[in-house]
């Protein structure tokens, strides 16, 4: 199994982090996300569809998508003790890339790079989206359990802490809650900060 990655991309983070943690052997490799998209390695260019990363060769097999990689690494791992779990993650993943998954990127490339500034209109709104979406996380895990699903882990978190690792980045604050549950993902294990694990 081979993983392309990028260090600042949270999308390719939450699918290392899994691979780590779920202890699953691969290789990795770091594409240049800003260089020119026809000048990416051909390995790279045949498996990534969108020309994105992450992507990941598994045999022959080329999957894309942050959390449609998720959900496959998660089935080869026997990750679903149930039909129910499964929906739940499956109910989170969606989710987080319709909403904390369009916001927070943004507000954090609005801070790191030059070339993604918003234009305060734009920031706004997205800083509203980002107050309603934590909203939402904080009251999920306001009864105090240590993961979105209560006590074990699961590819929900991880597609969730793709971005919210870099909230300090985007300068937004997390809530009570979300903390401690940011708390307990830095403690597992294959855990590593992303620009150390995607290097
Ligand atoms: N929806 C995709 C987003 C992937 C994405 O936006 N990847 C960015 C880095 S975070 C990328 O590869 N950008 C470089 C490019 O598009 O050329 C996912 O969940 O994997």
């Known amino acids: 199994m081979k993983l392309f990655g990028h260090p600042d991309s949270g999308h390719a983070f939450k699918v290392k ?5 779920a202890n699953v052997e691969h ?8 260089s020119p998209r026809t000048s990416r390695p051909a390995e790279f260019l045949a498996a990534s569809k969108f020309c994105e990363v992450p992507a990941l060769i598994d045999n022959d097999k080329q999957l894309v998508q942050s959390n449609a990689i998720l959900v496959y690494l998660a089935e080869k791992v026997e990750h679903f003790d149930s039909e129910d779990t499964r929906q739940r993650n499956l109910e989170w993943l ?11 990127p943004q507000l ?23 107050t309603h979406d934590i909203g939402i ?3 999920e895990l306001s009864d105090g359990r240590d993961f ?5 882990p699961s590819i929900a978190d991880f597609s969730l802490f793709g971005y919210l690792v870099h909230a300090n980045e985007a300068n937004v ?3 009570k809650h979300v903390k ?14 992303p620009y150390e694990m995607l290097k």
């Open 17 to 21: 982090f899994f691979l780590q943690w």
């Open 27 to 34: 290789d990795y490799e770091t594409i240049d996300i800003f």
């Open 94 to 104: 969606i989710w987080e890339a319709n909403k904390i998954g369009m916001c927070l």
């Open 108 to 130: 954090r490339a609005d801070k790191r790079f030059e070339d993604s500034r918003l234009e305060a209109g734009a920031h706004a709104w997205l800083l509203s989206r980002y």
């Open 137 to 139: 996380i904080e009251s």
């Open 148 to 152: 979105i699903l209560g006590s074990k």
């Open 173 to 175: 604050t997390l809530p």
């Open 180 to 193: 401690y549950w940011v708390s307990n993902m830095e403690e597992l294990d294959g855990w590593q900060h």
